[in-house]
């Protein structure tokens, strides 16, 4: 199957520091990728939809100011965390497509966001 | 507004048991459904992709089969092993790729 590479895998930072996720098709260009977070015990929840070269579309309760997505390339994507607070702290994981929805989904490894 | 519901929540067996996970969705209008494992701490890891138009899906000891228009999957776990021991999560992709709530199951020797 094809390879989606998140990075870092794990990280802790400082409150009101700003951490960057990369999430990297590595072997297919992707239309569209999509980021999750999830809490412990819990399931994934959507956070957005991000299609390359436009604005990424949030779920209803994520803010778009806090959690900046950019979709730069058909390759990768982003996902920033602005001024993290220790309730930031989660599991966040990426996925990628690369012939639009119908079709199957690819999911990076993770990143382990703390922040202290 | 998709909704997906899979029961039951945690499952706990001994090991050779043949094993049923179920999934539930409230929209049939769906592209395709994928049921993925997910170890402690650990990201997620593809089992079987069924398209709409397709009833089930065969790989190895699994099979998962699909009814659209009841808004119901079921993933089959043959002959269990405490290595399958994992939370099993089905996600419905429509507009967007949505998540069960996922079944946590432990199989023990």
């Known amino acids: 199957g094809a390879v989606v590479s998140q990075h870092p895998s794990r990280v802790i930072c400082k409150s009101g520091t700003s951490v960057k996720i990369e999430c990297r098709s590595l072997?297919?260009?992707?239309?569209?990728m999509f980021w999750y977070r999830q809490f412990p015990k819990q399931s994934l929840m959507l956070m957005a939809t991000?299609?390359?070269?436009?604005?990424?579309?949030?779920e209803q309760g994520v803010e778009k100011d806090k959690f900046l997505i950019n979709h730069a390339s058909l390759t990768l994507s982003t996902l920033t965390v602005t001024s993290a607070h220790p309730e930031d702290s989660s599991f966040y994981i990426c996925s990628a497509s690369y012939q639009g929805l119908n079709t199957e989904a690819f999911f990076g490894q993770g990143t382990r966001l703390t922040v202290v | 507004k998709q909704e997906v519901t899979q029961i039951p929540a945690a499952l706990s067996v001994p090991e050779g048991e043949n094993l049923v996970l179920n999934c539930s969705f409230t929209?049939?209008?769906?592209?395709?459904l994928q049921w993925f494992r997910q170890d402690p701490g650990k990201g997620l890891t593809s089992l079987l992709l069924i398209q709409s138009s397709q009833r089930e899906q065969t790989s190895g000891r699994l099979n998962a089969s699909l009814d659209k228009s009841s808004g119901r999957s079921t993933l089959y776990i043959a002959a269990s092993q405490p290595g399958d021991s994992a939370t099993y999560l089905c996600?419905?992709?429509?507009?967007?790729?949505?998540f069960g709530t996922g079944t946590r199951l432990q199989v023990f020797p």
């Open positions: 991000s299609n390359e070269g436009s604005k990424a579309t949030y």
């Open positions: 929209d049939s209008a769906i592209y395709n």
């Open positions: 072997d297919f260009q992707a239309t569209t």
């Open positions: 996600a419905v992709n429509g507009d967007k790729l949505i």
